[in-house]
């Protein structure tokens, strides 16, 4: 005959052992059902892996099994999860989840322990952690709302003759020609397509030439992106672009002779807004969308479509050095209006100019670099690709990056090429 023990396995809590026979093991997924009126089928919404219980009867057996008990008992009064060993369900961290009973066989020298565990989480809190992207688009909000607040400080029309509105309505239409008529005005949502969308902005923001702040405000909505941004060109080329026009001689208010009277002071202090107004308007454009280069929505190409029924061109990967770049370039925008801007927007142009450096630097160090490779012969360009690759696929995006005419014949010559 097969002894009592002989159908028990070994187990320990807390280092303590005992036997067991079997166990109950409750494992599956929280659901939450929702049931709606006038509907026949609920929709059961899944909340994640449920807590796993276990439930099992100890058996503690010998001559000792009272001293057993006790040095169990006191694993099971600690506080805190345990290690539970199971011959079954492995190692695990568990908590008791309900009093464990004990029932004690003198007759037979057993004590019977009866556990209810559940799997142990980790208490864990969330980590905080700095966004520099995010950083970089509060500083752009920033940038925009001083920008009004300095234009509006400084622009009036108020109290004085009626030439002074005509030559603001003026300067006015020089700057946004400007804007108009580059390739900027291509990812700016009032400068697309339309010949007259210059001249419509215009008469819009001319009427609230009495109203400074609803001035910025109208312009300040104008030179938001357009819908096509991301589809015209890579957004590295698009700050390039904003970066460019802001810092472009045009951008800045025409010289005029000495202004004798208030008047013609109030002219010239007029023109000096409005232009700073545009420059610092596009470079807030600028800091924003400098938090999205080298990004998944970044839509980096060799090129820029022309239509949409045009063929997809390939896609460039992000390098290192475009971001630094883009940085560098961006920077020196900053600086530069630093020099002529108001108190407001200096201080936002100097949190702005913070922003963008930390985003892009530290980014830019998990971003691919180039490196230079030369053929040691004449070979086509597939060749190239699997030797610096392992893999033929990237031929095209080498062959567009170095400028190559002839994929099948590529002369020996230095190459660049994004390092392993």
Not at 199 to 217: I, K, R
Request: charged residues 15%; proline residues 5%; glycine residues 8%.
């Amino acid at each position: 005959m097969p002894r009592y023990s002989d159908a028990l396995h070994p187990a320990s809590f807390r280092g303590v052992p005992f036997q067991i026979n079997g166990a109950d093991f409750g494992a599956g997924r929280r659901v939450q059902v929702h049931e709606y009126p006038q509907r026949d089928m609920p929709w059961v919404e899944d909340l994640g892996r449920a807590t796993r219980e276990i439930a099992l009867d100890a058996f503690l057996i010998g001559a000792d099994y009272i001293d057993q008990v006790n040095r169990l008992l006191a694993a099971l009064e600690t506080a805190g999860p345990g290690t539970l060993v199971h011959p079954w369900l492995g190692t695990m961290q568990v908590c008791l989840s309900a009093p464990a009973r004990v029932r004690f066989d003198s007759g037979l020298g057993v004590a019977t322990v009866s556990l209810s565990f559940v799997e142990s989480g980790e208490l864990s809190f969330p980590t905080p952690a700095s966004s520099t992207q995010a950083a970089s688009r509060l500083a752009a909000d920033g940038l925009a709302t001083a920008a009004i607040e300095d234009f509006s400080g400084s622009f009036t029309v108020a109290g004085f003759q009626s030439f002074v509105a005509a030559a603001a309505q003026g300067n006015l239409a020089s700057m946004l020609g400007v804007i108009g008529a580059g390739q900027t005005a291509q990812v700016l949502a009032n400068f697309a397509s339309e010949a007259t969308s210059v001249a419509n902005l215009v008469t819009q923001a001319a009427s609230f030439l009495s109203n400074p702040a609803m001035l910025g405000q109208t312009l300040a909505g104008a030179f938001g992106l357009s819908g096509a941004a991301g589809a015209v060109a890579a957004w590295s080329n698009v700050v390039k672009l904003l970066t460019g026009t802001a810092s472009s001689n045009a951008m800045l208010p025409r010289s005029s002779r000495v202004a004798a009277t208030p008047s013609r002071r109030q002219i010239n202090a007029n023109a000096v807004a409005l232009y700073g107004l545009g420059r610092q308007l596009l470079l807030a454009q600028a800091v924003g969308i400098s938090s999205l280069v080298g990004t998944e929505q970044d839509s980096a190409q060799f090129g820029i479509s022309q239509s949409q029924g045009s063929t997809q061109l390939p896609q460039q990967q992000v390098t290192q050095d475009t971001m630094l770049a883009v940085r560098d370039a961006l920077l020196s925008a900053l600086d530069a209006e630093m020099a002529r801007c108001g108190d407001a927007a200096y201080e936002a142009l100097q949190q702005a100019s913070a922003t963008v450096y930390a985003d892009l630097t530290t980014r830019a160090q998990s971003a691919v670099s180039l490196t230079m490779w030369t053929p040691p012969e004449t070979m086509p360009m597939l060749a190239i690709a699997y030797e610096v690759h392992a893999d033929a696929s990237c031929d095209t995006e080498i062959q567009l990056r170095n400028g190559i005419r002839h994929p099948g014949f590529v002369p020996p010559g230095a190459l660049s090429v994004i390092a392993a």
